[in-house]
């Protein structure tokens, strides 16, 4: 049944898989690295996503599932009941501002460092190293490694990790969980194929390097209902070294699949913005309406005008914004009435792993005649 609504406007409600959301704007999953070495949600962090929370959706930056899945500093957790009781406050804090949260699931797999792991190498679909700049670890810069394939009998332990961390999210208060499939992390690692070169029931063909990727979603349904799950996918990213020949086989397949589980939207990377992998046409997001039926979140580099025009055509239900929310707190309500934007943060700021509010929750909200 086509739950979409193709007649309306970014500032218009609807109805995410029957949750009501306030307009068609989420705030994009970004890493800000505020955890702390021990990966917990924090007071600051609530702060930072209240602040946020007039958007129609907010999605928290990528939480690892499990201490294998872990592969930046900083980033939070959620595997541990201590992670899960730290995220308590974060879903509280948006929805005292009357908003939605979704939690990003998150495995790193081969864009990880051995150092992250007690000197064992990161884990991946097959022994494919990353060409690329290199990981930030505790002791610096590294160059990526050669990452250790998983063993068939491995995967239903990830699945797993991925159920139990559903779990947390649903005990903590989200009311949603997005699944990371995108940006070269692990479940994109198996599903295409330059980077799945496996010869059991997780690879060769497409059916098989879709396999994880339907069984997290197959358990992480069970918790939450399909209603109140999302996947995100990057069919036309080059981040962590990605790009196949056979992108769009693979990512319509995955789409058509997906469409079983009456998801409560499809995160599309759509635009360009984090890097184009140059190996056909890019995928649009007409190409995934015509295979998917379900809410569809476009994604990169969307300005409000981009935006505005997505919706309206019926392209897309909602749109996902980066890098302007980081210092537009109140981006909804400036694009709604068409006030300036703050001009975008300095990249330098993103990452910053001090506990602080500057860089952070120190953008402050638009004031006519301020500033
Ligand atoms: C990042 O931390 O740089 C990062 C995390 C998740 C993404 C992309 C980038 O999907």
């Not at 990526?144 to 159920?163: C, F, H, I, N, Q």
């Not at 036309?236 to 319509?252: C, I, V």
């Not at 890097?275 to 007409?286: D, I, R, V």
Request: proline content about 5%; charged content about 20%; glycine content about 10%.
């Amino acid at each position: 049944m086509p739950q979409s609504d193709h007649s309306s406007s970014l500032f218009s409600a609807f109805d995410l898989g029957g949750l009501k959301v306030n307009n068609r704007l989420a705030l994009a999953p970004m890493t800000r690295s505020k955890a702390g070495p021990e990966r917990l949600a924090n007071p600051l962090i609530a702060e930072y996503y209240a602040q946020r929370a007039s958007a129609g959706l907010v999605i928290t930056e990528a939480t690892t599932v499990s201490a294998q899945g872990n592969g930046y500093l900083n980033t939070p957790g959620i595997y541990t009941d201590e992670m899960g009781d730290a995220w308590r406050q974060v879903t509280e804090a948006v929805h005292a501002k009357g908003g939605r949260i979704f939690l990003q699931l998150w495995h790193t797999g081969r864009a990880s460092h051995s150092e992250f792991h007690d000197g064992a190498q990161p884990v991946s679909a097959s022994a494919i190293r990353i060409e690329g700049d290199g990981v930030h670890t505790p002791s610096g810069k590294q160059d990526y490694e050669v990452p250790r394939a998983l063993e068939t009998g491995e995967l239903k332990g990830v699945v797993a990790d991925y159920v139990s961390a559903a779990e947390r999210a649903k005990a903590a208060g989200f009311d949603g969980v997005e699944i990371h499939a995108a940006n070269g992390y692990l479940l994109d690692q198996f599903l295409q194929s330059k980077t799945n070169q496996r010869t059991d029931e997780y690879g060769s063909s497409v059916e098989n390097r879709f396999r994880l990727l339907r069984e997290v979603v197959e358990g992480v349904v069970a918790v939450f209902g399909g209603n109140r799950v999302a996947v995100r996918l990057a069919p036309n990213g080059m981040f962590n070294d990605m790009g196949s020949p056979d992108f769009r086989e693979t990512f319509t397949y995955a789409a058509k699949e997906l469409e079983a589980y009456g998801l409560a939207y499809l995160h599309v990377m759509d635009g360009l913005a984090f890097g184009f992998h140059e190996q056909g046409e890019p995928m649009t997001l007409e190409d995934f309406r015509a295979i998917f039926t379900g809410p569809l979140m476009a994604n990169c580099g969307y300005d409000r005008q981009m935006s505005i025009d997505a919706v309206q055509r019926g392209a897309a239900d909602m749109v996902a914004i980066g890098r302007p929310y980081i210092s537009n707190p109140d981006l909804a309500e400036r694009w709604e009435n068409s006030w300036p934007e703050a001009p975008l943060s300095e990249p330098t700021s993103w990452y910053t792993l001090e506990q602080v509010a500057a860089g952070f929750t120190d953008y402050p909200v638009y004031e006519a005649g301020g500033k």
